[in-house]
């Protein structure tokens, strides 16, 4: 894309009054923190971190056995973290999208599609069950393409996905991509048609907080696990001011360090980025369609994603992730002007005809990142503890199966999805430093080439994907 010294400037001078906080968590209807563990807890289940996963986690024990003793603790507040800063994509894959589910588990993909299905159908049953007011939207998602070779790749996809008998996908042209949202950079598209729903994110969190009181959950914010340890009938888990006894564990802190020091190989951080403009007029909204208010994102490696907020706002995020030296998770990196200014002007390009939009909010923060793009499960502590990671961006659909894994492998219980290979293998750790941060650097630098040269894939990519680290976004 060339942008031009005054495309460049126009797109610096549309940040000038946004804000480096996330949109989502300056809801007016954000919740007051609940008091932090002083002295001692005993419960059945402690679950720790209060993201999506933990939440899921808290609410569906509570579901299953109602007399269940359930505490969950959290290190700052309910959904401060990723689960309250994403773009709100409620994915119903579990694999990370067709693509990579059939390069890693073929034999069973079929049924890892039916159990995504399903689990989204589940999660808009809760929203409508618990009354969680979080703008949730059915309304699919639209994977664009802006280069020729990006089209054909997603005529390939739609083929296999026909041919395996996946429905709810439709092929689009240019003409018809850009009668549901308009950019001159669209060249076709493919439309999942129920596989995604829209959601605010944030809202979801506090919703699934309120649900979790109602049904007994004790929780705790501003308490963060400081170290685990066994005891003699089940764990012990310190916190700042305490301690709490629990018979079992679920472990949902994801990029966070885990308590259980061993998996810490398994996820680096990656720190992703995204706009959010002030609400459209209406004529800037007929500028551009967007009447069904899909979710959108482009066929790029380096991709970004985009969807309307309830009020008409546009989020942009995406393209620029960024792995810090060292792995470590620190709030500086949430800001990053240098990548505000890029995603402001690839903004431009894609919609021209929103010259003159000024963005409200400027954000960023890290996400879990596994070397085979979808979550990981198991225990520890002789069957005590029970862990899901890994999530790398799929976390707002796919943590709720992950609940229900965790909580089948606590009570020992061999199901439909304990028995997936999915559930039962774990991808490769990454190296020690400095050998992951050359190789993640080596593989990004290598994936912006493949965008540049027609999707070729160089050497170091297809080594990558023989050994089963097939980074391709």
């Given at each position: 894309?060339?942008?031009?010294?005054?495309?460049?400037?126009?797109?610096?001078?549309?940040?000038?009054?946004?804000?480096?906080?996330?949109?989502?968590?300056?809801?007016?209807?954000?919740?007051?923190?609940?008091?932090?563990?002083?002295?001692?807890?005993?419960?059945?289940?402690?679950?720790?971190?209060?993201?999506?996963?933990?939440?899921?986690?808290?609410?569906?024990?509570?579901?299953?056995?109602?007399?269940?003793?359930?505490?969950?603790?959290?290190?700052?507040?309910?959904?401060?973290?990723?689960?309250?800063?994403?773009?709100?994509?409620?994915?119903?894959?579990?694999?990370?999208?067709?693509?990579?589910?059939?390069?890693?588990?073929?034999?069973?993909?079929?049924?890892?599609?039916?159990?995504?299905?399903?689990?989204?159908?589940?999660?808009?049953?809760?929203?409508?069950?618990?009354?969680?007011d979080c703008d949730f939207e059915r309304t699919g998602e639209i994977d664009v393409a802006t280069e020729p070779h990006q089209l054909e790749e997603l005529h390939e996809m739609y083929e296999e996905a026909t041919a395996l008998g996946f429905g709810g996908l439709e092929l689009l042209d240019a003409e018809q991509?850009?009668?549901?949202?308009?950019?001159?950079?669209?060249?076709?598209?493919?439309?999942?048609?129920?596989?995604?729903?829209?959601?605010?994110?944030?809202?979801?969190?506090?919703?699934?907080?309120?649900?979790?009181?109602?049904?007994?959950?004790?929780?705790?914010?501003?308490?963060?696990?400081?170290?685990?340890?066994?005891?003699?009938?089940?764990?012990?888990?310190?916190t700042p001011y305490g301690k709490v006894r629990a018979e079992q564990v679920a472990l949902g802190t994801n990029v966070f360090p885990s308590l259980v020091k061993r998996l810490r190989p398994y996820t680096v951080p990656v720190y992703d980025y995204a706009l959010m403009t002030e609400p459209l007029t209406a004529a800037q909204l007929a500028s551009i369609g967007w009447q069904r208010r899909q979710g959108l994102g482009d066929a790029a490696n380096q991709f970004h994603y985009f969807r309307l907020s309830a009020d008409n706002r546009i989020l942009w995020g995406g393209y620029d992730a960024v792995y810090p030296y060292g792995g470590k998770v620190r709030s500086e990196y949430d800001d990053r002007p240098e990548t505000y200014a890029k995603l402001a002007e690839q903004f431009f390009h894609c919609f021209p005809q929103l010259e003159g939009v000024r963005f409200s909010h400027a954000w960023g923060g890290a996400?879990?990142?596994?070397?085979?793009?979808?979550?990981?499960?198991?225990?520890?502590?002789?069957?005590?503890?029970?862990?899901?990671?890994g999530y790398t961006g799929l976390g707002v659909g796919a943590t709720r199966f992950g609940a229900d894994v965790m909580l089948d492998l606590l009570a020992g219980?061999?199901?439909?999805?304990?028995?997936?290979?999915?559930?039962?293998?774990k991808p490769l750790p990454f190296p020690p430093e400095p050998v992951a941060w050359a190789g993640i650097g080596l593989t990004k630098w290598s994936l912006a080439r493949a965008d540049e040269r027609g999707g070729r894939r160089n050497l170091w990519l297809k080594a990558m994907d023989r050994i089963g680290l097939g980074f391709d976004s």
């Amino acid at each position: 894309m060339a942008v031009t010294r005054a495309m460049s400037s126009a797109a610096t001078k549309s940040l000038a009054g946004a804000k480096p906080v996330p949109f989502w968590l300056e809801d007016p209807g954000r919740p007051e923190a609940l008091p932090a563990l002083t002295g001692d807890e005993r419960c059945d289940l402690l679950v720790v971190g209060g993201g999506y996963s933990g939440l899921w986690t808290a609410l569906i024990a509570k579901e299953r056995e109602p007399g269940r003793d359930v505490v969950l603790i959290e290190g700052k507040e309910i959904g401060w973290a990723a689960s309250g800063r994403n773009g709100g994509f409620c994915a119903a894959s579990l694999t990370h999208g067709l693509g990579n589910g059939l390069a890693r588990w073929p034999d069973e993909l079929a049924r890892l599609e039916e159990l995504g299905a399903a689990n989204l159908d589940a999660i808009g049953s809760a929203v409508d069950r618990y009354a969680i007011d979080c703008d949730f939207e059915r309304t699919g998602e639209i994977d664009v393409a802006t280069e020729p070779h990006q089209l054909e790749e997603l005529h390939e996809m739609y083929e296999e996905a026909t041919a395996l008998g996946f429905g709810g996908l439709e092929l689009l042209d240019a003409e018809q991509v850009r009668a549901e949202v308009d950019s001159p950079t669209f060249l076709g598209g493919l439309w999942d048609r129920d596989g995604v729903a829209m959601l605010h994110p944030a809202k979801l969190a506090w919703g699934l907080k309120r649900a979790c009181l109602d049904l007994g959950v004790r929780i705790y914010e501003h308490t963060p696990g400081l170290s685990l340890a066994r005891l003699d009938a089940g764990m012990g888990v310190r916190t700042p001011y305490g301690k709490v006894r629990a018979e079992q564990v679920a472990l949902g802190t994801n990029v966070f360090p885990s308590l259980v020091k061993r998996l810490r190989p398994y996820t680096v951080p990656v720190y992703d980025y995204a706009l959010m403009t002030e609400p459209l007029t209406a004529a800037q909204l007929a500028s551009i369609g967007w009447q069904r208010r899909q979710g959108l994102g482009d066929a790029a490696n380096q991709f970004h994603y985009f969807r309307l907020s309830a009020d008409n706002r546009i989020l942009w995020g995406g393209y620029d992730a960024v792995y810090p030296y060292g792995g470590k998770v620190r709030s500086e990196y949430d800001d990053r002007p240098e990548t505000y200014a890029k995603l402001a002007e690839q903004f431009f390009h894609c919609f021209p005809q929103l010259e003159g939009v000024r963005f409200s909010h400027a954000w960023g923060g890290a996400i879990d990142t596994c070397s085979r793009f979808s979550a990981f499960f198991g225990t520890a502590h002789g069957g005590r503890v029970a862990y899901a990671a890994g999530y790398t961006g799929l976390g707002v659909g796919a943590t709720r199966f992950g609940a229900d894994v965790m909580l089948d492998l606590l009570a020992g219980e061999h199901t439909e999805r304990t028995e997936l290979e999915m559930v039962r293998t774990k991808p490769l750790p990454f190296p020690p430093e400095p050998v992951a941060w050359a190789g993640i650097g080596l593989t990004k630098w290598s994936l912006a080439r493949a965008d540049e040269r027609g999707g070729r894939r160089n050497l170091w990519l297809k080594a990558m994907d023989r050994i089963g680290l097939g980074f391709d976004s």
